[in-house]
Nanobody, 117 residues
Framework: QVQLVESGGGLVQTGGSLRLSCAAS????????MGWFRQAPGKEREFVAQ??????YYAESVKGRFTISRDNANNTVYLQMNSLKPEDTAVYYC????????????WGQGTQVTVSS
């Protein structure tokens, strides 16, 4: 059983910051890729960021504004979001998996992020 629980979403004004957390439990290995995705109303789910060990990768739309990190001791992954824009409004999902090819078998339930204009 794998469980990922996101938290930290909420309402923030344009230019503000928000920090999302993803608490992981079950068969999550330290070597797993951890990722963040988001889905805005009426749009497809899109990749935001991923991390394996200290290697990170970001979508172009968030590069320079968002930072993914992890605390292995607490089995927690974070997404620090700065300089938020209205287009960042979406449900944000945490994901985990063993592959570096872009597939994630494990997902959280999501947390809502709303950026007011």
């Amino acid at each position: 059983q794998v469980q990922l629980v996101e938290s930290g979403g909420g309402l923030v004004q344009t230019g503000g910051s928000l920090r999302l957390s993803c608490a992981a439990s079950g068969r999550i290995f330290s070597s797993y890729f951890m990722g963040w995705f988001r889905q805005a109303p009426g749009k497809e789910r899109e990749f935001v960021a991923q991390m394996r060990w200290s290697t990170t990768y970001y979508a172009e739309s968030v590069k320079g504004r968002f930072t993914i990190s992890r605390d292995n001791a607490n089995n927690t992954v974070y997404l620090q979001m700065n300089s938020l824009k209205p287009e960042d409004t979406a449900v944000y999902y945490c994901a985990a998996g063993p592959s570096g090819s872009g597939t994630y078998p494990y997902w959280g339930q999501g947390t809502q992020v709303t950026v007011s204009s």
